[in-house]
């Protein structure tokens, strides 16, 4: 791969839990022009320390710059690449779909094939909640389309690393 070849990364980044560090690490990426894809801030194991998780398409080359600029904001305690071979990351979306007494028994078929769950019923609409990979949300979409959809949401992933270690020591 050449230095060039962007590609996507998953950080993930152990911080304090104070006001403004989001502002501060978003602040970062608009200040040098880095392409954010998704940011999630939530809490950990530890009170007062919150986890992020962010989504960002860059070289190799970008992707260390961003490593050193995050690790020098004072309130940012580790930051780890998670690889894609060795993450589990997953994404919530939800979508309202045009659904009344004639399709309704598709659109809970489609929904059931995806492990998907309904969330909402009104006569003319359901609101279906699904977790998981870009890919499988992309597919469920792409069945759900033909029926209508009135409204989406979708968050940017969470994300761990696979097996025992831990980016906070064990207590």
Do not use: C, W
Not at 46 to 75: F, H, M, W, Y
């Amino acid at each position: 791969m050449a230095k060039d070849d962007i590609t996507r990364h998953i950080l993930s980044v152990r911080v304090q839990d104070i006001e403004g560090i989001i502002s501060r690490v978003t602040g970062m990426f608009t200040r040098r022009g880095y392409n954010l894809i998704s940011l999630v801030s939530a809490r950990t194991e530890t009170e007062g320390i919150n986890r992020l998780t962010i989504v960002v398409d860059a070289s190799e080359v970008v992707i260390e710059q961003v490593t050193k600029q995050l690790n020098k904001i004072v309130p940012v305690l580790k930051v780890v690449e998670l690889e894609e071979e060795n993450t589990i990351a997953r994404a919530i979306m939800l979508v309202k779909v045009a659904a009344d007494n004639s399709n309704r028994p598709q659109v809970v078929d489609a929904v059931n094939i995806f492990r998907a769950r309904i969330v909402d019923v009104s006569p003319e609409s359901v609101v279906v909640e699904a977790t998981g990979t870009p890919g499988k949300l992309q597919a469920l979409l792409d069945v759900l389309e033909p029926f209508g959809i009135r409204e989406l949401v979708q968050s940017g992933n969470v994300a761990l690393g696979r097996g025992p270690k831990a980016m906070a020591p064990s207590k």
